[in-house]
């Protein structure tokens, strides 16, 4: 069986387990670990996970592929993660859980956009100072890293009562 095929195979039977969790199943790679094998499997939802969310699909996927043949008799190393920060936005719901966040895409007239992702709905994206542009259009984004800097801070630490010397 193709690695294609494989993968295919995985995500047809994660899929529901994924899903009645709560969750969206955003990927599954397989890759050789020695005698082993490393299965990943990413997933995700609005408002993010936690880690007891990551324990029980861990669980959950661990028990389902036990009982399958999915994997043939060799041993696995199951590993059950959220996307990082590189992930791409490729799905209306990537874009939507980066609302807020500064993005930068591709357009498929080979343009780039750069902005603050104000809005993402059933249609398309509202990227601040770029406008609005419909699915279709997007060939690819991705969240862009942002540090804060250290004056952008709240002042609650300046709220701190002078004279206090115990």
């Given at each position: 069986m193709?690695?294609?095929?494989?993968?295919?195979?995985?995500?047809a039977?994660?899929?529901?387990?994924?899903?009645?969790e709560?969750?969206?199943?955003?990927?599954?790679?397989?890759?050789?670990?020695?005698?082993?094998?490393?299965?990943?499997?990413?997933?995700?939802?609005?408002?993010?996970?936690?880690?007891?969310?990551?324990?029980?699909?861990?669980r959950?996927v661990s028990e389902?592929?036990?009982?399958?043949?999915a994997?043939?008799?060799s041993?696995?190393?199951?590993?059950?993660?959220?996307?990082?920060v590189?992930?791409p936005?490729t799905?209306?719901?990537h874009?939507?859980?980066?609302?807020?966040?500064?993005?930068?895409a591709?357009?498929?007239?080979?343009t780039?956009?750069?902005?603050?992702?104000?809005e993402a709905?059933?249609?398309?994206?509202?990227?601040?100072?770029a406008?609005?542009?419909?699915?279709?259009?997007?060939?690819k984004?991705k969240?862009?890293?942002?540090?804060?800097?250290?004056?952008?801070?709240?002042?609650?630490?300046d709220?701190?009562?002078d004279?206090d010397?115990?």
């Amino acid at each position: 069986m193709g690695e294609s095929a494989r993968r295919d195979r995985l995500v047809a039977l994660l899929a529901p387990v994924v899903e009645a969790e709560g969750l969206d199943l955003e990927d599954v790679t397989v890759t050789p670990a020695g005698k082993r094998r490393l299965v990943r499997v990413v997933v995700d939802r609005d408002g993010g996970i936690s880690l007891d969310d990551v324990s029980e699909v861990s669980r959950s996927v661990s028990e389902r592929l036990d009982a399958s043949d999915a994997l043939g008799n060799s041993p696995y190393v199951l590993e059950v993660s959220s996307p990082g920060v590189d992930r791409p936005l490729t799905e209306p719901r990537h874009w939507r859980r980066a609302r807020g966040r500064l993005v930068k895409a591709a357009l498929t007239d080979g343009t780039e956009i750069e902005g603050r992702l104000a809005e993402a709905d059933g249609e398309g994206v509202e990227i601040e100072a770029a406008g609005r542009f419909a699915y279709a259009n997007l060939a690819k984004g991705k969240v862009q890293v942002e540090f804060k800097r250290l004056d952008d801070e709240d002042d609650d630490e300046d709220d701190v009562a002078d004279g206090d010397e115990g």
